[in-house]
């Protein structure tokens, strides 16, 4: 019969067994100081080294340059050890100096009293995987009808762009790649460019900011940007994908115009009907309409008809008012017509004064008195 440590020690020998056979995963063990001190078939085919050429060398022997400079081999065993575990992807280099993307596992070994005895590690190689999916990332990239870019974080400067982002700037993809989107002036505003990384920078989303870009020939375009940082070949990157906007930005300023228009009744009257819901954003839309038809036409009286208007609410009641205020500053009568029940408890509650506001129950009304009023400061009246 065998002794409970003869078992433990047969269970030992299996799992070596094991772990030397595995060959799709590099597996080996480094002392506290990150130095390998074990070695499987599986490490060998993946990095290239021999145990006898690998032993007692240093794990950054597999990282980049770049890595070994920033000091990521001595972070990643310094996080394991405080955390238990570190599990990263990245770029590994071969004993041939190939690099190959790796999923790699590192788990702190410790004894009962919690010494550090060193670190295991698992590494795989994903590069197919990898490949796949870039492969996919470039053929959705190219294929979008909506402008992409990548850019890298640090300078800006372009990594690739689509066909649909050269169609909306006017430039080659030529004319564009390895060169910085801040120098040749895309971005018509270059701080939209920097808050944009800020932001995202400080773990907020960007999605659908109002920016404006600059095409090759001097354009601006409006567009809405959505954003975020990604990893490409190593690097942090800015993605981008933009909506151009310019457009149906010029039909909602077209459309917002002639949904309230400002008519001249007659030399010094003018006369706005309203219809519709009208809202904060249409309110000082009004204000500034009329304030500029009342300075330009010399206009001396005003006749809104809010025939057409079910009610507002009491902060665009509040603009409204506003409205009719300043364009008395500008030494013209204001009429209200059509005012419904509704509308009067609005203004009655918001304080309004009609002390100086005249109100009739109808557009015609509203004339008659209008073209009195116009009459009596006539020279001729």
């Known amino acids: 019969m065998e002794t409970a440590p003869d078992q433990k020690s047969k269970n030992e020998q299996r799992l070596q067994l094991l772990v030397g056979s595995v060959t799709d995963y590099a597996i080996f063990l480094l002392d506290p100081e990150g130095c390998v001190i074990t070695w499987n078939q599986g490490a060998q085919r993946i990095k290239g080294y021999t145990f006898d050429e690998i032993r007692g060398r240093h794990f950054s022997v597999f990282y980049p340059r770049e890595d070994i400079e920033s000091g990521k081999p001595d972070y990643e065993l310094k996080v394991a050890a405080q955390e238990g575990r570190f599990e990263d992807e990245g770029w590994r280099i071969r004993k041939d100096g190939s690099r190959f993307w790796a ?42 009808p909506n402008p992409i870019l990548l850019s890298r974080l640090e300078d800006a400067s372009f990594i690739e762009v689509n066909d649909a982002f050269c169609e909306l700037l006017g430039y080659t993809r030529a004319e564009l ?40 020939s001097g354009d601006r375009r409006n567009v ?111 009429i209200l017509a059509g005012i419904s029940a509704g509308i009067a408890d609005t203004l009655v509650a918001i304080g309004a004064s009609f002390r100086r506001i005249k109100t009739t129950a109808d557009l015609q009304s509203a004339l008659e008195e209008a073209k009195s009023f116009l009459s009596e400061e006539s020279p001729m009246g």
């Not at 690097?235 to 310019?246: A, G, I, K, Q």
């Open 103 to 144: 999923n790699a596992v590192i788990t702190a070994l410790k004894d009962e009293n919690g010494a550090l005895l060193g670190f295991g590690k698992v590494t795989r190689d994903i590069s197919e995987r990898k490949w796949a999916m870039e492969a996919n990332f470039e053929k959705l990239f190219r294929s979008s």
């Open 224 to 334: 809405e940007v959505s954003a975020d940082i990604i990893e490409f070949r190593g690097n942090p990157c800015l993605f981008v994908t933009l909506l151009d906007t310019t457009e149906s930005r010029k039909l909602e300023a077209v459309i917002e115009e002639l949904s309230t228009p400002v008519l001249q009744a007659q030399e010094g009257l003018l006369v706005v009907p309203l219809i519709g819901r009208v809202d904060g954003s249409r309110a000082t839309q009004l204000r500034n309409q009329l304030l500029n038809a009342v300075h330009t036409q010399r206009a001396r009286a005003v006749v809104i008809d809010m025939t057409g208007v079910p009610k507002v609410e009491r902060e665009t009641a509040d603009g409204l008012i506003r409205a009719i205020e300043a364009v008395r500053l500008l030494g013209a009568k204001v």
């Open 177 to 216: 790649i390895g060169h910085s989107a801040i120098a040749l002036g895309v971005w018509h505003y270059a701080e939209e460019c920097t808050h944009i990384v800020a932001e995202l920078k400080a773990g907020r989303p960007v999605r659908g900011d109002a920016c404006e870009m600059r095409t090759r």
